[in-house]
C-alpha cells in the first residue's frame, strides 16, 4: 500500500461514530491540535444511504480539508456496503476514495510507518440486525468472510492491528457470554462470537503485540498472550459522545521499541 502524503509522526485512533457530524468535526479538529495530520476510524464510520449520508461524508471531507487531516476510515458493521464496496480501489494506492481527504482501508490493508507493520481488517457483526432492513439499515457484507481471513493470514505477521471487532481471547469488560445473553437473541449471540473467534485465528497467525478495535463503545485497555510468547497491549476505544475516550494519541516513535520488548519468542 502506499499513501497519497507523507509518512506521520503522528496519528489519532478514534472509535465509532455512526454518522455523528458532531462527533466527526470533533475528533478531526482534536487531530490537527494534537499535531495528527492522520486519524484512523475504527470503523461504524457512517457510509449512510441517501441523502443524508452524503451530507455527512461532504462534512467529513471538508473538515479533513480544512484541519490539513487525512481521515482513513476502517469499515464496522453499520455501513451501506452496497455503496461502499460500489467505489473502486484506486490502483496506485490500494485505498478507496470516498471523498477528498478521506479514504477506506480495504479489508487486509497492509503498511509501515516508523518500522511498525499495520494490518487494517474492518468487519462486525450486528447483535440488533432482527430489527434491521436489509439493504437498508443492515447489510450481509458486514461480516469478514473465512476468504478474507484466509488472504490476511496469507500475508503473514504484523505489529499493529486495527479492527473494528475485536479477536475473542481478550477480556473486554462487561462483554462475557453469560453476562450477554439476557439482553440479545442466542442466534445473534452465536453469529458474534463466531466472528470473533475467526478473528482470533487471524490475530494467532498475524501475532500482532498491539491491537485497537472500536465496535463495543467500552473503554479499556489491557495486556493479552493471544499467541504463546507475544504479549498484545488491546485497547478498546468508545464511541460517539463518549469524549475522549474515543480516542488514542498514538506516537509512532514508540511502537518499535515497545514491540521488541512484547515479542519473547
Avoid: K
Avoid at 461532504?58 to 480539508?65: E, F, I, K, R
Avoid at 480544512?66 to 476510515?73: A, E, F, P, Q, R
Avoid at 506516537?251 to 521488541?260: H, M
Amino acid at each position: 500500500m502506499t499513501f497519497p502524503f507523507p509518512e506521520p509522526e503522528r496519528v489519532l485512533l478514534a472509535g465509532d461514530w455512526h454518522g455523528s457530524s458532531h462527533e466527526a468535526e470533533l475528533r478531526i479538529a482534536y487531530a490537527a491540535g494534537a499535531g495528527c495530520p492522520v486519524l484512523i476510524q475504527l470503523g461504524d464510520f457512517g457510509v449512510w444511504p441517501g441523502d443524508s449520508g452524503r451530507r455527512y461524508l461532504d462534512l467529513v471531507s471538508a473538515v479533513s480539508v480544512g484541519c490539513d487531516v487525512v481521515t482513513l476510515v476502517v469499515d464496522g458493521n453499520h455501513e451501506d456496503f452496497d455503496q461502499l464496496l460500489s467505489l473502486p480501489v484506486d490502483p496506485a494506492t490500494g485505498l478507496r476514495p470516498l471523498a477528498p481527504s478521506v479514504w477506506h482501508l480495504p479489508r487486509g490493508s497492509r503498511w509501515s510507518w516508523a518500522g511498525a507493520r499495520f494490518t487494517a481488517l474492518g468487519g462486525g457483526t450486528s447483535l440488533d440486525r432482527s430489527v434491521r432492513t436489509p439493504h437498508e439499515t443492515w447489510w450481509p457484507q458486514e461480516a469478514i468472510t473465512p476468504e478474507q481471513a484466509e488472504a490476511v493470514m496469507a500475508e503473514g505477521e504484523c505489529d499493529v492491528l486495527l479492527t473494528h471487532d475485536c479477536p475473542e481471547g481478550v477480556p473486554i469488560p462487561g462483554t462475557d457470554r453469560d453476562s450477554s445473553l439476557e439482553f440479545w437473541p442466542e442466534q445473534e449471540l452465536r453469529t458474534a462470537w463466531a466472528h470473533r473467534e475467526l478473528l482470533a485465528e487471524v490475530a494467532t497467525a498475524l501475532r500482532p503485540t498491539h491491537l485497537w478495535h472500536g465496535h463495543f463503545h467500552m473503554p479499556y485497555r489491557c495486556d493479552v498472550e493471544l499467541v504463546p510468547g507475544v504479549r498484545t497491549r488491546a485497547q478498546g476505544l468508545g464511541a460517539e459522545f463518549q469524549g475522549l475516550s474515543g480516542v488514542h494519541e498514538l506516537a509512532l516513535a514508540t511502537l518499535e521499541p515497545d514491540i521488541s520488548r512484547r515479542r519473547t519468542v
